[in-house]
């Protein structure tokens, strides 16, 4: 297989992967071939270790395998010492560095989690790159050890570079299905009422498909329109962007489309709408129809979730500004975000939430946002 297709294929399978976490493994493999690399890790999180971090999405991978107990071993006993953390959070977005780049000589020499766990799992000389992530998070996606044993090769390390941007539409669409709680359901099944405005165009970029949210958003015309069969921005100085993401979603010379996001401004509201386009290739485990050429999520803030504040507040014994910060994470929003909305510090934040795991009797943000999921439907405004 060429190196074009290899890509080709690679990224048709990551675009899957969005709506089926049990393909990662073989997708990881598939990015293995191309960068020459003995395996991967992938992680998505966000908060400052080592106390106060929550992991989104972590998987590593060699061979096509999941390594889970390496994952578990990692962090139950490595994670909270690790000291390429720090230098980790202050690269900058995209720049691909050795892990030895992020340790000093005397941590090369001392530390535990380099010495002890990173040379046995063939991380010793791996490839390491931070990227931004959706509201403020973070992820970081590391290349195992190189397979040539002369080490890494420019092509090699350009190939990283190249495949990160997908790395980070792969996590930013992922997190979008996760806080809409719609991931693992088919193409099909993405139609019911999951939250998003889900729209299926086929190849020519016709939409052929779209649920009642995405009607009614169209409907509206503020944001996103649609004209002539196609989608098109409301606003005439957005359109050539929104039309370059689609184009590169639905490429004309049958090549695999990229996926990408574009941000649409409003006159009606100063929230602009998140638009995301995933390719969708023919065949496939997501159970879609053959026409679908890609599927488009937009997410509106202004009906993000349909969480009352007050009603979490009145059945889980919450001040209102506890009310508000519980339901501000459940909607996705991360500590940073919550602040900027509400001009409190950070800090305030964190004491918020720490009160609000006495009261529920949680110990993780993951679990302080199941237990305001948990509230039933019919509650709901």
Excluded at 345 to 355: A, D
Aim: aromatic residues 4%; hydrophobic residues 40%.
């Amino acid at each position: 297989m060429s190196g074009p297709e290899a890509f080709e294929r690679m990224l048709a399978l990551m675009h899957e992967a969005v709506l089926d976490d049990a393909l990662w493994p073989s997708v990881a493999q598939r990015i293995d071939r191309l960068c020459g690399s003995k395996g991967s890790v992938l992680v998505h999180g966000d908060g400052e270790p080592p106390d106060d971090i929550d992991i989104f999405f972590s998987r590593g991978c060699s061979g096509g395998e999941r390594r889970e107990e390496t994952e578990r071993e990692y962090y139950e006993v490595y994670h909270g010492g690790d000291e390429r953390l720090p230098y980790l959070r202050q690269l900058p977005d995209s720049r691909v560095v050795p892990v030895t780049s992020l340790l000093t000589e005397d941590e090369l020499r001392t530390s535990a989690v380099y010495n002890e766990m990173l040379l046995r799992s063939d991380l010793g000389n791996a490839l390491h790159a931070r990227l931004d992530g959706p509201d403020g998070s973070r992820i970081v996606w590391s290349a195992a050890d190189p397979v040539d044993p002369d080490g890494w090769s420019s092509a090699s390390v350009a190939m990283v570079e190249r495949i990160l941007p997908h790395v980070r539409q792969f996590v930013r669409v992922r997190h979008t299905l996760v806080h809409a709680r719609a991931l693992g359901l088919s193409l099909g099944g993405l139609l019911g009422d999951t939250g998003l405005a889900v729209l299926h165009l086929d190849r020519r970029g016709r939409v052929v498909a779209a649920n009642d949210r995405a009607g009614a958003l169209l409907k509206g015309c503020d944001g996103l329109v649609h004209r002539d069969g196609a989608l098109h921005a409301s606003l005439a100085g957005e359109d050539p962007a929104l039309q370059r993401l689609l184009a590169r979603a639905l490429p004309r010379d049958g090549a695999a489309g990229a996926g990408g996001s574009v941000w649409l401004s409003r006159e009606h509201s100063p929230a602009r709408l998140v638009v995301h386009v995933s390719p969708v290739g023919a065949g496939g485990a997501t159970g879609r129809a053959d026409r679908v050429g890609a599927l488009v999520l937009v997410v509106d803030p202004d009906s993000r979730s349909r969480l009352d504040g007050g009603l979490v507040g009145m059945l889980l014994d919450l001040t209102p500004a506890e009310s508000h910060v519980a339901v501000a994470l459940a909607e996705g929003k991360t500590i940073r975000a919550i602040a900027e909305e509400t001009g409190r510090s950070e800090t305030t934040v964190k004491w918020h939430v720490q009160h609000l795991f006495t009261k529920l009797g949680v110990s993780r943000q993951a679990d302080l946002v199941r237990v305001v999921l948990s509230i039933p439907d019919v509650l709901r405004d």
